[in-house]
T-cell receptor
């Protein structure tokens, strides 16, 4: 089955700096790659997503890049703010045998230091 | 627009009991999927329901089951609870596919 590795597990950055989180996946059939932000006591919230036919997508301070050949995708947050502090999860979705499969990364705890 | 509502917020059960969790999706969303979140295993996909039919499933034992009603509300049942079932159970809704998910705040289940 699909395996998604996420690095780093924890990340501390100064306010205003950039943060990068990386994920690699194993199944070349995966075709949809979302990123979720989870704050304490809440469910994950979709912040950005990308499909396999796109190499890069940006939404204000957040961007995602996808390298299909290398099977990895990354989340980039620029000009970080304290409210960006949360746990971030990547995921890989694919269709297999008529079923949709979704596999999540293990999460990255981001701390933005004011 | 109301978000995804999960009830109850917290549950404490003992081994061997069964439990039912409830999820009300966003209005107009027909797909409801369930996830188990634990510190050790992370977020894992349990199953997905669409139009009252289970359409996708993850690798969980048959003790985990669910259903969806005609109004898209969904319930998840875990029978013969084990200590290892202690987790945060999250429900998510989406329009039709298991994509662009909107998650509820979850039900924290503790099995003693």
């Amino acid at each position: 089955g699909e395996n998604v590795e996420q690095h780093p597990s924890t990340l501390s950055v100064q306010e205003g700096d950039s943060a990068v989180i990386k994920c690699t996946y194993s199944d070349s059939a995966s075709n949809y790659f979302p990123w979720y932000k989870q704050e304490l006591g809440k469910g994950p919230q979709l912040i950005i997503d990308i499909r396999s036919n796109v190499g890069e997508k940006k939404d204000q301070r957040i961007a995602v890049t996808l390298n299909k050949t290398a099977k990895h995708f990354s989340l980039h947050i620029t000009e970080t703010q304290p409210e960006d502090s949360a746990v971030y999860f990547c995921a890989a979705h694919g269709d297999s045998g008529g079923y949709q499969k979704v596999t999540f990364g293990t999460g990255t705890k981001l701390q933005v230091i004011p | 627009k109301a978000g995804v509502t999960q009830t109850p917020r917290y549950l404490i059960k003992t081994r061997g009991q069964q439990v039912t969790l409830s999820c009300s999706p966003i209005s107009g969303h027909r797909s409801v999927s369930w996830y188990q979140q634990t510190p050790g295993q992370g977020l894992q996909f349990l199953f997905e329901y669409f139009s009252e039919t289970q359409r996708n499933k993850g690798n969980f034992p048959g003790r985990f089951s669910g259903r969806q009603f005609s109004n898209s509300r969904s319930e998840m049942n875990v029978s013969t609870l084990e200590l290892g079932d202690s987790a945060l159970y999250l429900c998510a809704s989406s329009l039709d596919r298991v994509e662009k998910l909107f998650f509820g705040s979850g039900t924290q289940l503790s099995v003693l």
